[in-house]
């Protein structure tokens, strides 16, 4: 995320999958392989680790608005990073696509709830991840639902897009580790106390 606070930048397209300026903030590991980003590997590795399943936001997914275009099966081509379950939060419901590597994603529209507890049920013993957007990262959060949170702050002002922690006041953390490298400072926090909803 951005110093102020952003995860993504504002106006998602299929030319700017990150909003406007977001591509920036995720330098850090999308760049991983050029001289200057070998100090982010850690972290990449870290946030790349196997999972039982994930949770994930339609904006996460892909830029499409209302109705599903059935072309669309995400931006990771046909071997998406997850190798696991990923349930979608959604309005607008469409059948599961399952892709190579272990990934099926399943959409689910009964709401972040329903999407965690089928990602449980799904992960057995293993952790369930909650991939993000910020919407869902935010549901997450005033639901209880967090234990660990890892942050990675760009040295960057972005001042528009998606914020990550607007309607969460009361929420408290514990840093357990803080790990700077040149391009971002990684953050590991436990949650202390989940926000008081408004």
Not at 91 to 99: F, G
Request: charged share 25%; glycine share 12%; net charge negative.
């Amino acid at each position: 995320m951005s110093l102020d606070g952003f995860v993504a930048g504002p106006d998602q397209s299929m030319d700017d999958p990150l909003g406007k300026g977001g591509k920036d903030i995720h330098e850090w590991h999308l760049r991983i392989d050029e001289p200057g980003y070998e100090a982010g590997i850690p972290a990449r590795d870290e946030l790349l680790r196997p999972m039982g399943a994930y949770v994930m936001g339609r904006n996460m997914f892909g830029p499409i608005r209302g109705e599903w275009d059935s072309e669309w099966r995400g931006w990771w081509g046909d071997e998406p990073p997850y190798h696991a379950p990923v349930f979608v939060l959604t309005s607008y419901p469409r059948d599961s696509i399952e892709l190579d590597g272990g990934t099926t994603f399943h959409f689910v529209t009964e709401g972040f709830a329903a999407a965690l507890a089928r990602a449980k049920d799904a992960a057995g013993d293993m952790d369930v991840d909650i991939a993000g957007g910020a919407s869902v990262a935010r549901q997450a959060l005033a639901a209880g639902a967090v234990d660990d949170l890892y942050l990675d702050i760009t040295p960057m002002v972005l001042g528009d897009g998606e914020r990550m922690f607007d309607g969460l006041a009361g929420l408290r953390l514990t840093p357990v580790e803080v790990t700077p490298s040149p391009h971002a400072t990684h953050v590991h926090y436990r949650i202390d106390r989940p926000a008081v909803r408004d």
